[in-house]
T-cell receptor, first 114, second 113 residues
Framework: NAGVTQTPKFQVLKTGQSMTLQCAQD?????MSWYRQDPGMGLRLIHY???????DQGEVPNGYNVSRSTTEDFPLRLLSAAPSQTSVYFC?????????????FGPGTRLTVL | AQSVSQHNHHVILSEAASLELGCNYS??????LFWYVQYPGQHLQLLLK??????LVKGIKGFEAEFIKSKFSFNLRKPSVQWSDTAEYFC???????????FGKGTKLSVKP
């Protein structure tokens, strides 16, 4: 199993550009989530999903969209990149219920917005 | 709102020293608690978890944590650290079995050889 994979590993954008961060898992996990990690802030939840076709907002959803058309994939879209979105983004997945199952994390995407 | 506090931002120890990292959570009901570790340049890995039962939980690489309900605490300990333990450590909690994983701000551990 590849586990949780994320692409790209690094990305530089200009303010106003849009892009999609990819996340895929091959463990048939129902629950998937996106976090951003900023120095001194820990990890903050952006969006999450409990199954295909079901998504919801986390703590810091503004400026990001998600969709879940398949169990395996959970892309994160930046609609119009801003310097405040410079961060490291982690995708995670687990079986349900998510509170009693280990979350598996991807390797992260380091995004810089100029 | 549910929150997790980690009191130490950066801890510096010499090899063989004992480690204790503090973690306090806010939720008064059923809570599931976790410690994750992030080695430099790597993704988060689970160290240990507590759901119920014995409040002293043992994890990988010689780490353990003690759940003290009366203090809302879940401190991470290791009797003797190694240089390879240099990493950032995150405490996290779930309310019950639903909801989402809430992280503390993390504690950087630097171990001097």
């Amino acid at each position: 199993n590849a586990g949780v994979t994320q692409t790209p590993k690094f990305q530089v954008l200009k303010t106003g550009q849009s892009m999609t961060l990819q996340c895929a898992q091959d463990m048939n996990h129902e629950y998937m989530s996106w976090y951003r990690q900023d120095p001194g802030m820990g990890l903050r939840l952006i969006h999450y999903s409990v199954g295909a076709g079901i998504t919801d907002q986390g703590e810091v959803p503004n400026g990001y969209n998600v969709s879940r058309s398949t169990t395996e994939d959970f892309p994160l879209r930046l609609l119009s990149a801003a310097p405040s979105q410079t961060s490291v983004y982690f995708c995670a997945s687990s079986h349900l219920p998510q509170g009693v199952n280990e979350q598996f994390f991807g390797p992260g995407t380091r995004l810089t917005v100029l | 709102a549910q929150s997790v506090s980690q009191h130490n931002h950066h801890v510096i120890l010499s090899e063989a020293a004992s480690l204790e990292l503090g973690c306090n959570y806010s939720y008064g009901g059923t809570v599931n608690l976790f410690w994750y570790v992030q080695y430099p340049g790597q993704h988060l890995q689970l160290l240990l978890k507590y759901f119920s039962g014995d409040p002293l939980v043992k994890g990988i690489k010689g780490f353990e944590a003690e759940f003290i309900k009366s203090k809302f605490s879940f401190n991470l300990r290791k009797p003797s650290v190694q240089w390879s333990d240099t990493a950032e450590y995150f405490c996290a909690s779930f309310e019950g079995s639903q909801g989402n994983l809430i992280f503390g701000k993390g504690t950087k551990l630097s171990v001097k050889p």
